[in-house]
Antibody, heavy 120, light 108 residues
Framework: VQLLESGGGLEQPGGSLRLSCAAS????????MSWVRQAPGKGLEWVSA????????YYADSVKGRFTISRDTANDTLYLQLDSLSAEDTAIYYC??????????????WGQGILVTVSS | SYVLTQPPSVSVAPGKTARITCGGN??????VHWYQQKPGQAPVLIIH???DRPSGIPERFSGSNSGNTATLTISRVEAGDEADYYC???????????FGTGTKVTVL
């Protein structure tokens, strides 16, 4: 299993970024996929999740209405569109795979993380 | 929203036992999972479903869960166990994954 994030970088407050997570080594459409972030020196914060077939999405209250999760099952890629960014969104963003086929429990594989910095 | 509370830090001498608690309302009715995160690295799942170890995780790591507290126990602590540890549950109302506040384990 491999999860490879891309698309991070420096963005100004109010700006937008799109993160990508290329998945391989497992049946992508069978697993709920999530984004988890970690602000500098802080703990883990779950951000968003999407069901295997894409019919259900879930968001943390802190990002609801600003972030949009999506997935391309043809290309085994997970996305996170980050809009209306603020300094509080500065973090390493991890892509993570739920261990359970079709379920929601825990994360058995994580990407290496991608840094998003929001600053003027 | 559901809150998981962990002690910020735990210190332990090599060879001794470290216990990290994770408190939550009736957490014993939920499945608790634990992660280890070393500096600059992604988290690693070390305990799932309260007590089960994924393949490759040493038997020194064990878990329990009852009432309002889940516990991660690290036996015969080694210097390489120095890391941050997080508990996690899935809460179905609303549908959210929830992480604990995290505990830094220092090996003296």
């Amino acid at each position: 299993v491999q999860l490879l994030e891309s698309g991070g970088g420096l963005e100004q407050p109010g700006g937008s970024l799109r993160l990508s997570c290329a998945a391989s080594g497992f049946t992508f459409r069978s697993h709920v996929m999530s984004w988890v972030r970690q602000a500098p020196g802080k703990g883990l914060e779950w951000v968003s999740a999407m069901s295997g077939n894409g019919d259900r999405t879930y968001y943390a209250d802190s990002v609801k209405g600003r972030f949009t999760i999506s997935r391309d099952t043809a290309n085994d890629t997970l996305y996170l569109q980050l809009d209306s960014l603020s300094a509080e969104d500065t973090a390493i963003y991890y892509c993570a795979k739920d261990r359970t086929m079709g379920g929601t429990n825990c994360f058995d594989y994580w990407g290496q993380g991608i840094l998003v910095t929001v600053s003027s | 929203s559901y809150v998981l509370t962990q002690p910020p830090s735990v210190s332990v001498a090599p060879g001794k036992t470290a216990r990290i608690t994770c408190g939550g309302n009736n957490i014993g009715s939920k499945s608790v999972h634990w992660y280890q995160q070393k500096p600059g690295q992604a988290p690693v799942l070390i305990i799932h479903y309260d007590t089960d170890r994924p393949s490759g995780i040493p038997e020194r790591f064990s878990g329990s869960n009852s009432g309002n507290t889940a516990t991660l126990t690290i036996s015969r602590v080694e210097a390489g166990d120095e890391a941050d540890y997080y508990c996690q549950i899935y809460n179905s109302n609303p549908d959210h994954y929830v992480f604990g506040t995290g505990t830094k384990v220092t090996v003296l």
